[in-house]
């Protein structure tokens, strides 16, 4: 009856986990109205390298006494040309402008502006643009949403018409420039958009004489401000590529000396340009269209140091590290996927002549000290990846050559964390360098996400703050690591209890990825966390041996489906502003935008397919194991038949990885990091037990001290197709060799003497060996 139970046991506990991670929200604080009026000041490329006391004395007085942040200025388009960051203000939602534009350029042509009657004005494209964000992006954007919101608006200068004008095109109140005498235009509406300028370029000359026109508009605009109002200056758009981040202030009653935080982003210091028009309604204390904009009210959060060249420092820096992680990500994960292509290649011949023959006749078997070489690579190959986010620690992009500096300190922390592995305890087993490279990888992305995922912020095994994907939390290839590297850990610690107990520590250590994934505390990852949960239960499923029958498929299946709808029904019933992914997508089914979010995951699917080098890691470890690894030759079976519980763990990584990109929309990217990790380490393994495919044993009578081998339950060949395990075949002619595994025999293989009792059920080719005797050339047994 128990065993029967079992699979019910633990979906139920996968699933209590799963949603208890998921349902709990942190209080992000909640906008509340701080002001009458509200001034929204832009100019395009401003940032914070541009500010100091001397160039722009305004700006830096206002930065002083207010809360400041850095912007992500993301639009539809990249990069976001100036036309589209004042479209995607008005919008609260990613917009572009209709028209065409060279590859990475803006357009050159200027926006119409008509003022028929002398007091508002009239942007004749404005139809075509709102037709164009609706049908043919994919965001649904209605650019002008911000200006329906409230009754009355007003714009100054070109810029700010293109965020002020309603989706029919009409400005309310506009002036091409600030009056000389700007209070009384500024009062006349609750809310005023003005267009400060432009700074662009790379010549700080250049940029500085910008930077002080932008600050001389904004002391007039704050010299006319209206009383209890709150003043938002900010970086609105890109000038030059690549994307950079961008200034954002806010002064005003409740704004005071803090950091501009959004839920949008959930990261201290960081807010998105859809996050302005929310902020600027919240603070008004208006309601807001909530199908329409997509962006959050900002709110302002302690903690920003009281020196203000140290704060904006802070802000600088993370521009300049987004800078350089742009341009040295590239290069790393193309040399990452044809270093690890060009070492399954030299693995190959390494396969096929593992085995050692023991007649006279056969192949010579490879040097040992190329096999340790070639170790030590696939050990440095797994190891790539968290030494590449633990190199983040380092601030390497400050140095002239960031890339250089970047891969010396990667190349040294994988250099250590190789050694570390060589000479761990254990190394010597069939399973010790997986479980040791399985340990550390998951110990540097969980300690990172525990400590609020600073490594991967703007790192280049992270996200980067310019794309405006993620902010916080765990990122797309920290998740395939973590993925990987927990369920190994519960494969690989499974594998050394009792056949009974392995479920319940697979469940325990997959739970605790679970919680720390999908927590919003923690990793944020609803879709990984679920993805992770089907992981799981499929490892539990089949790690005491046996196939994935179709029961054991049902339960795993819904596991994740019941975590999947225990979140999606929590999560829908929060407010409208705390919901995450799936209760925001449930709402879009509700009122029929669905669809828009089915569009963009398909869309960033495909284009992350085509484009990220992380495909051909994943197609080139597919291609490894299916075409070598799962060949009879190739030693993944025999490792599979002899460790069920490592079978388990690489099946859960596949599963969680495919679900989780697909899901995530990140295509192949979770499976290539997750196979960058578990590929290497998977033809280490089979190197080791193909290496002792031919070594006896000896039954014996399984009790302690008994020098002979034992004889599984189920026959000399251990167990049965049901349970997974068979021994290693025996061979004539050969040696017996030391025994570096002896705690991996089979359950009731007797310890060595001096070892102790050895663990139950893992691989009868570590059990005991006995000289060889003369005779014919041996004969084997196919594991599994």
């Not at 030059?240 to 002064?251: C, G, I, N, Q, Y």
């Not at 341009?327 to 060009?342: H, I, K, P």
């Not at 190329?370 to 190959?381: C, N």
């Not at 899901?663 to 033809?683: H, I, K, N, T, Y």
């Amino acid at each position: 009856m128990l065993r029967r139970l079992t699979p019910v046991l633990l979906t139920l506990a996968v699933v209590v986990l799963g949603i208890t991670a998921l349902a709990a929200r942190p209080d992000k604080g909640a906008a509340e109205r701080s002001a009458d009026f509200v001034v929204l000041a832009g100019a395009a490329g401003l940032r914070w390298e541009d500010v100091d006391p001397q160039t722009t004395p305004t700006l830096w007085r206002m930065a002083e006494q207010g809360s400041i942040g850095s912007l992500s200025a993301r639009s539809a388009h990249r990069p976001t040309c100036p036309v589209d960051g004042w479209l995607t203000l008005g919008a609260g939602n990613f917009a572009a402008w209709n028209g065409s534009r060279s590859s990475g350029g803006c357009p050159a042509t200027g926006v119409t502006v008509e003022q028929p009657d002398g007091i508002g004005a009239n942007l004749p494209d404005q139809e075509g643009v709102v037709a164009y964000n609706q049908d043919r992006l994919s965001w649904g954007a209605t650019p002008g949403a911000l200006a329906e919101s409230v009754r009355c608006s007003v714009a100054v200068g070109p810029g700010a018409a293109v965020a002020a004008a309603r989706p029919f095109g009409r400005v309310d109140r506009y002036a091409p420039v600030l009056p000389a005498d700007p209070a009384k235009l500024l009062g006349s509406c609750v809310l005023s958009i003005v267009d400060l300028g432009t700074v662009d370029g790379e010549d700080p000359a250049s940029r500085a004489a910008q930077a002080r026109q932008v600050d001389a508009q904004l002391a007039r605009v704050l010299a006319a401000r209206p009383p209890r109002s709150l003043v938002l200056v900010a970086g609105v758009s890109d000038t030059d590529t690549p994307s950079r981040l961008h200034v954002a202030v806010a002064d005003g009653p409740g704004w005071e000396r803090g950091w501009l935080t959004s839920p949008s982003t959930a990261r201290e210091g960081y807010l998105q340009l859809v996050d302005l028009a929310p902020t600027a309604l919240a603070a008004l204390g208006r309601p807001m269209p909530e199908r329409l904009f997509l962006g959050r009210p900002a709110v302002s959060v302690d903690g920003r140091p009281d020196d203000l060249r140290a704060a904006i420092d802070a802000p600088a820096d993370a521009d300049r590290e987004a800078a350089a992680q742009r341009r040295v990500a590239g290069w790393f994960f193309t040399l990452l996927a044809g270093a690890q292509v060009a070492l399954a290649v030299a693995v190959l011949p390494l396969l096929r002549r593992a085995r050692r023959h023991a007649g006279p006749h056969g192949p010579e078997p490879v040097s040992r000290r190329v096999v340790a070489v070639v170790e030590l690579l696939l050990i440095g190959a797994a190891l790539a990846v968290p030494a590449a986010l633990l190199a983040d620690a380092v601030p390497w992009w400050r140095g002239q050559h960031a890339g250089w500096w970047f891969a010396s300190v990667t190349v040294l922390l994988i250099v250590g964390g190789t050694a570390a592995v060589r000479f761990s305890p254990g190394h010597e087993r069939t399973l010790g360098p997986l479980g040791a490279v399985a340990g550390l990888a998951t110990l540097v992305v969980g300690v990172d996400v525990l400590t609020g995922s600073r490594l991967q912020l703007n790192g280049v095994v992270g996200y980067s703050a310019l794309e405006g994907g993620r902010y916080a939390g765990l990122g797309t290839v920290g998740l395939g690591v973590f993925i990987a590297g927990s369920l190994l850990c519960g494969g690989w610690l499974a594998q050394r209890v009792r056949r009974a107990w392995r479920p319940m520590v697979m469940v325990a250590v997959g739970g605790a990825a679970v919680v720390i994934v999908g927590s919003p505390y923690l990793g944020a990852d609803s879709i990984g966390a679920i993805a992770l949960t089907a992981g799981v239960s499929v490892a539990a499923a089949i790690c005491s041996g046996g196939w994935l029958t179709v029961s054991r498929l049902a339960w795993a299946t819904m596991a994740g489906l019941a975590v999947t709808i225990g979140f999606a029904v929590v999560d829908a019933g929060r407010p409208e502003a705390e919901r995450g992914s799936l209760g925001r997508f449930l709402a879009a089914l509700g009122d029929g935008t669905g669809g828009l979010t089915v569009h963009r995951s398909s869309t960033a699917n495909f284009e992350t397919l085509v484009n990220s080098p992380l495909t051909v890691l994943a197609l080139a470890g597919a291609a490894l194991v299916w075409f070598a690894l799962l060949q009879p030759w190739g030693g993944l079976m025999r490792l599979f038949g002899i460790y069920p519980a490592i079978r388990a763990a690489m099946a859960g990584t596949g599963v969680a990885a495919g679900l989780g990109g697909v899901l995530g929309g990140s295509a192949l990217d979770v499976a290539g990091a997750a196979g960058a990790l578990v590929v290497p380490m998977a033809a280490l393994a089979a190197l080791r037990v193909l290496d002792h495919s031919t070594d006896r044993t000896q039954p014996g009578s399984g009790r302690p001290g008994d020098e002979g081998g034992a004889t599984p339950p189920g026959g000399p060949t251990g167990e049965g197709p049901s349970g997974g395990r068979a021994a290693e075949a025996t061979g004539a002619g050969r040696a017996a060799r030391p025994d570096p595994d002896a705690a991996d025999a089979p359950e009731g293989a007797p310890a060595e003497p001096g070892r102790g009792t050895p663990a139950p059920d893992a691989a009868a080719d570590r059990a005991l060996r006995v000289p060889a005797q003369p005779g014919p050339a041996s004969t084997e047994v196919p594991a599994g």
